[in-house]
């Protein structure tokens, strides 16, 4: 089953408007250059939306977001809808990841929520899920992912508006990378949950990247694997030479 490849930066809390327009641009030009066959997205932080989407103008690279709120509009100071985000030219946006299910107490049925809100937007999702290093040292790695697929992905997703980021929680941003092996295990498991949620053949379609101190130096090995399509990259995204570096690691 051959899906398309999807190399997506998280920036998270990073970025000033000069140093980010200059970030996007390289990166597009880079990629204009490249002629990848994977598809490629930023998310920045909300407050450099807009100066990005103007940066990334005429090239191929999509923008995302990396939150959202369930409604569309309202009295929630503070919050930014899924429809203000399509507005502001995201494509995408970034659901449940580890550090908002840490800092902001989100639970799995607020990740449905949320995802639910930004597909009737016409966003696509990259909804994550992962371990900690407790739960991997208990042998509940696989159980806990289970359970987050399960409760955090709605029944509306389908392979074309919906991707999943593996993120086992100790390798993020700590240089510890899951072995490709260990993350292909999750990665099969997640698909196969994924085949009794939805179905078989969405499961077969529906893209699973990585995400955990991927980088230039381990991107290819873990893009080898059967099942990861792509990854979600953190700190090497920061970097137009290290996040262009792992996109000519795409060979398919
Ligand atoms: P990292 O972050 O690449 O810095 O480990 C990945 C992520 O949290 O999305």
Redesign the pocket.
Known sequence: MSRKILI?G?W?MNGLLKESSELAKEIASNVKKMDTKAEVLVCPPYTLLWTVKKALRGSKVALGAQNCHTEEKGAHTGDISPVMLKDAGCSYV?LG???RRHDHHETNAIVCQKAEAALKAGLKVII?VGETLEEREKGEALNVCERQIKASVPAISTASNTVI?Y?PVW?????KTATPQDAEEVHAHIRKILAQKLSKSVASKMRILY?????PSNAEELLKMEDIDG???????LKAADFTAIIEKVKI
């Open positions: 997506a998280n998270k970034i990841h580890s550090e994550c980021a993120e390798a993020i941003g700590t240089g995400g955990g101190s991927m980088k990854g979600l990259i953190g700190g090497a995204s």
